[in-house]
């Protein structure tokens, strides 16, 4: 297994990080937090998670050891691939997961794409007991910790992928607004904003005012 990744950043995409390690590009595919943080020809350090399948290996890259061990977790709920489990973490830190897992949140895992109210219901039993508690918390105060380390609204998660891409600051403002109308549609829906569809138009919006 690969346990982590630590090199310059070589690029960056939408939804992935190329990582050079030792001379080689390590393609690691990451949730726009984490892409957020990294910059170009910048070092960087990533958990991993390698999935294996009979016809592909897929690098999943992570901030820290504690999203990758609820990445790998959430896999064990009936029917979560680590793409639906990547999405989850997209839309929450580990810590607002295992909160809502705690306090039976339907609402907040059907703020995911993808997971409907019949899903959220049965990912709650499946996952019942086998995230834990809030790290170094429990109770209402890791329900408060939880908030306040959720992540940031998605037009701000939008604007930080943006700049971490190499955009300027007013590029990226402007290439959010360009997208809002598609983000309240899907929130007046009653789903979440999917900031990865998001992020692909915008950087459309971006590349047709060039």
């Known amino acids: 297994m690969i346990a982590f990744v630590s090199g310059p950043v070589a690029a960056l995409a939408p939804s992935l990080a190329v990582i050079e390690v030792g001379g080689v590009g390590m393609a690691v595919h990451c949730t726009p937090n984490t892409l957020a943080g990294l910059r170009t020809?910048?070092?960087?350090?990533?958990?991993?998670?390698?999935?294996?399948?009979?016809?592909?290996?897929?690098?999943?890259?992570?901030?820290?050891?504690?999203?990758?061990?609820?990445?790998?977790?959430?896999?064990?709920?009936?029917?979560?691939?680590?793409?639906?489990?990547?999405?989850?973490?997209?839309?929450?830190?580990?810590?607002?997961?295992?909160?809502?897992?705690?306090?039976?949140d339907e609402k907040a895992l059907m703020a995911v794409s993808g997971i409907g109210k019949k899903g959220a219901q049965k990912l709650l039993l499946d996952l019942k007991d086998k995230l834990g508690s809030p790290?170094?918390?429990?109770?209402?105060?890791?329900?408060?910790?939880?908030?306040?380390s959720a992540p940031a609204p998605w037009s701000e998660q939008l604007s930080a992928a943006l700049i971490g891409l190499g955009y300027a600051?007013?590029?990226?403002?402007?290439?959010?607004?360009?997208?809002?109308?598609?983000?309240?549609?899907?929130?007046?829906?009653?789903?979440?904003?999917?900031?990865?569809?998001?992020?692909?138009?915008?950087?459309?919006?971006?590349?047709?005012?060039?």
């Open 135 to 148: 790290l170094g918390s429990s109770g209402m105060v890791g329900a408060q910790r939880a908030a306040a």
């Open 41 to 104: 020809g910048e070092p960087a350090r990533l958990a991993t998670s390698l999935v294996v399948r009979e016809d592909s290996l897929t690098l999943y890259g992570f901030a820290d050891d504690d999203e990758r061990q609820v990445f790998e977790l959430l896999q064990t709920a009936s029917g979560v691939g680590p793409k639906l489990a990547q999405a989850m973490l997209a839309v929450h830190s580990p810590d607002a997961l295992r909160v809502a897992v705690s306090v039976g």
């Open 169 to 210: 600051s007013r590029d990226a403002e402007e290439a959010v607004s360009a997208v809002t109308p598609q983000a309240e549609a899907a929130i007046a829906a009653g789903g979440s904003a999917p900031v990865p569809q998001l992020l692909r138009a915008a950087l459309q919006s971006l590349n047709r005012a060039r």
